[in-house]
T-cell receptor
Framework: GAGVSQSPSNKVTEKGKDVELRCDPISGHTALYWYRQSLGQGLEFLIYFQGNSAPDKSGLPSDRFSAERTGGSVSTLTIQRTQQEDSAVYLC???????????FGQGTRLTVV | GQSLEQPSEVTAVEGAIVQINCTYQTSGFYGLSWYQQHDGGAPTFLSY????GLEETGRFSSFLSRSDSYGYLLLQELQMKDSASYFC????????????FGTGTKLQVIP
């Protein structure tokens, strides 16, 4: 596609429910990143993929968070048993192999009520 | 681990020059990037420095000193549309594709 696409753009969920956030990177981009941004804050690194593998999962806040990437393309971030502190904007970005420029999607705004 | 420090807020006058500093601590440094984010928008890439010195792209320039673990973004001829948050980001430990962002500097341009 023309850019990084994330869905849904907004998600309101009840505490304790599971949610899935989707990211479609730019075609051909081998690196894919997930970040979390709370209101007015910086970008908190969650995980990145090189192809389908995730060399670094150190940023995932707890074992309720997991992510996968299939076919070297689409990625899904899953949050189980959501908590109110999970409320944030979840941003996905992709880049070509060694290229330093990452392209971001518009994010998914998650609200846990 | 990795950490980056930036001023939280900067105010500057339209037409002026502003410098946003970034200091970082990391192992396995590969390069320093800068991103711009308008309220409600996605971050967009501005520049990248892998080597010491100044990189210029139009009104924006970015500088890196690896020995000082320091960089800055210089914005010239400020325009109102430059009001946004600016993030430095470092490629470091974890592989050259792990990018860690600073907490961001909110720039307000005033008339």
């Amino acid at each position: 596609g023309a850019g990084v696409s994330q869905s849904p753009s907004n998600k309101v969920t009840e505490k304790g429910k599971d949610v899935e956030l989707r990211c479609d990177p730019i075609s051909g981009h081998t690196a894919l990143y997930w970040y979390r941004q709370s209101l007015g804050q910086g970008l908190e690194f969650l995980i990145y993929f090189q192809g389908n593998s995730a060399p670094d999962k150190s940023g995932l806040p707890s074992d309720r968070f997991s992510a996968e990437r299939t076919g070297g393309s689409v990625s899904t971030l899953t949050i189980q048993r959501t908590q109110q502190e999970d409320s944030a904007v979840y941003l996905c970005a992709s880049s070509l192999g060694g290229d330093p420029e990452a392209f971001f999607g518009q994010g998914t705004r998650l609200t846990v009520v | 681990g990795q950490s980056l420090e930036q001023p939280s807020e900067v105010t500057a006058v339209e037409g002026a020059i502003v410098q946003i500093n970034c200091t970082y601590q990391t192992s396995g440094f590969y390069g320093l990037s800068w991103y711009q984010q308008h309220d409600g928008g996605a971050p967009t890439f501005l520049s990248y420095n892998a080597l010491d010195g100044l990189e210029e792209t139009g009104r924006f320039s970015s500088f890196l000193s690896r020995s000082d673990s320091y960089g800055y973004l210089l914005l010239q001829e400020l325009q109102m549309k430059d009001s946004a948050s600016y993030f430095c980001a470092v490629r470091g430990r974890g592989g050259y594709q792990k990018v860690t962002f600073g907490t961001g500097t909110k720039l307000q341009v005033i008339p």
